[in-house]
């Protein structure tokens, strides 16, 4: 059976207790949030004031770095460095062993491939429509609902 808060102290002997997670058992730090059906491995630290949202999973040996922010339906691999106070946005998908650095954005569906490694405040473009792409009203395809309602 697992405790749930477990304490840790730093290099400079200061103790921080850390709460775990309902579901998976990740540690999180003080004023740290993490919503109730998001997944956190057991082993990942998320730290103070850092924020997961809905439906995350969050693999082993991760940390989430200080005031870091991931949005709803995200995927973590194990292994992964998320940086002080980085925005990670919706349905993003970073896989295993990678580095994001502090103050990073990453844009909502982005997908970061296996060690990736982003330097300190850089932001990626998420999965949107392609640059320049023009929404279109479609054709009618003859008269709709409406018109033979009048009639």
Same mark, same amino acid.
């Given at each position: 059976?697992?405790?749930?808060?477990?304490?840790v102290?730093?290099?400079?002997?200061?103790?921080?207790?850390?709460?775990?997670? +309902?579901?998976?058992?990740?540690?999180?730090g +003080?004023g740290?949030r993490?919503e109730?059906?998001?997944?956190?491995e057991a082993?990942?630290?998320?730290?103070?004031g850092?924020?997961?949202?809905s439906a995350?999973?969050?693999?082993?040996g991760?940390?989430?770095d200080?005031r870091?922010?991931?949005?709803?339906?995200?995927?973590?691999g194990?292994n992964v460095?998320?940086?002080r106070?980085?925005?990670?946005?919706?349905?993003?998908h970073?896989?295993r062993?990678?580095?994001?650095?502090?103050?990073?954005?990453?844009?909502?569906?982005?997908?970061? +491939?296996?060690?990736?490694?982003?330097?300190?405040?850089t932001?990626i473009?998420?999965?949107?429509?392609p640059?320049?792409?023009?929404a279109?009203?479609?054709?009618?395809q003859? +008269?709709?609902?409406?018109?033979?309602?009048?009639?």
């Amino acid at each position: 059976m697992t405790r749930n808060t477990e304490v840790v102290e730093d290099d400079a002997g200061r103790a921080t207790a850390y709460h775990r997670h +309902p579901n998976g058992g990740g540690l999180l730090g +003080p004023g740290s949030r993490a919503e109730e059906d998001s997944f956190i491995e057991a082993t990942t630290y998320v730290e103070a004031g850092a924020r997961i949202g809905s439906a995350c999973r969050i693999g082993r040996g991760g940390w989430i770095d200080r005031r870091a922010r991931a949005g709803d339906h995200v995927f973590v691999g194990d292994n992964v460095y998320i940086g002080r106070g980085t925005v990670v946005g919706n349905r993003v998908h970073i896989a295993r062993h990678s580095r994001i650095g502090a103050g990073a954005r990453i844009g909502h569906g982005a997908r970061l +491939p296996a060690d990736s490694v982003v330097p300190d405040g850089t932001d990626i473009a998420g999965a949107g429509p392609p640059q320049g792409a023009v929404a279109r009203k479609r054709k009618s395809q003859g +008269p709709g609902p409406d018109s033979l309602m009048a009639a």
